[in-house]
């Protein structure tokens, strides 16, 4: 499905409007390569994943603090150096499919994202108390990575102290702030760490809002929107990019 778009404001963009969630939202376990390789197979050019960083400063791709969830792993996950993590199963939990899928590192998605062309969201997710260390290690390895690339990765988190880690570490590369609540003065504080998008719950974005930031010379993307009328409400607010789950049902223009 192709919901059509009024057009945007603010500088020239050069993300595609359409990203996949931890790279094919639910048909795949999340933030794994074979997730990226099927959000790929669907069309899809930019992604958008989650890195923290192991007890040995390894950015790796999880969502979680903890392992639970997407892992046949116990405890926080930072907790634990890169060996360990690389030998758990992050595939098992979702089907037989993708039984022993690993964790990634970020620097194989980054090679697996330069080698096809694809473009990537980085969203800093650090473990609670290490939010600037993140920020500057994440960086200071996206910098490495993208060297000389066309299209550097976008770098978002929720924790501006991670995006001010990333400022102080590779300042080149682009910054957005993302935000559940419009808590107050996330406008200066976006603006005071350079950003260049806020990402928004898409329920929060409205004309005003839409107008505020573009007015602040930042665009406006959304996470994480799955009905074909939230996306068609998005488009026509003149918002900038999309964050889906469903890279089954919309088609990437």
Avoid at 33 to 62: I, N, Q, T, W
Avoid at 90 to 109: D, V, Y
């Amino acid at each position: 499905m192709r919901p059509q778009a009024t057009g945007s404001a603010g500088p020239e963009w050069p993300y595609p409007r359409w990203i996949a969630h931890r790279g094919a939202g639910k048909l795949a376990p999340e933030n794994t390569l074979s997730a990226f390789r099927l959000g790929a197979a669907h069309g899809y050019r930019m992604f958008e994943c989650d890195a923290k960083l192991s007890a040995d400063g390894v950015p790796f791709l999880l969502h979680d603090a903890t392992l639970e969830r997407t892992t046949n792993g116990r405890g926080t996950a930072g907790d634990l150096p890169w060996q360990q993590l690389s030998q758990l199963d992050a595939g098992g939990w979702h089907s037989r499919t993708h039984a022993g899928e690993p964790l990634p590192t970020l620097e194989g998605l980054a090679r697996w994202c330069l080698a096809n062309g694809h473009l990537l969201n980085i969203e800093i997710k650090p473990t609670p108390g290490l939010e600037r260390r993140t920020g500057e290690v994440v960086a200071a390895e996206a910098a490495r990575l993208w060297q000389g690339a066309q299209i550097p990765p976008l770098l978002t988190s929720f924790r501006p102290e991670a995006l001010q880690g990333a400022l102080a570490m590779a300042p080149v590369l682009p910054r957005g702030l993302l935000l559940d609540t419009l808590w107050d003065d996330w406008s200066g504080v976006a603006q005071a760490l350079g950003c260049v998008a806020i990402v928004c719950n898409h329920a929060l974005w409205d004309a005003a809002l839409v107008a505020q930031v573009h007015g602040a010379n930042m665009r406006c993307l959304s996470y994480t929107v799955n009905d074909e009328w939230a996306a068609q409400r998005l488009l026509q607010l003149g918002t900038d990019g999309i964050i889906t789950d469903r890279v089954d049902l919309f088609a990437p223009v």
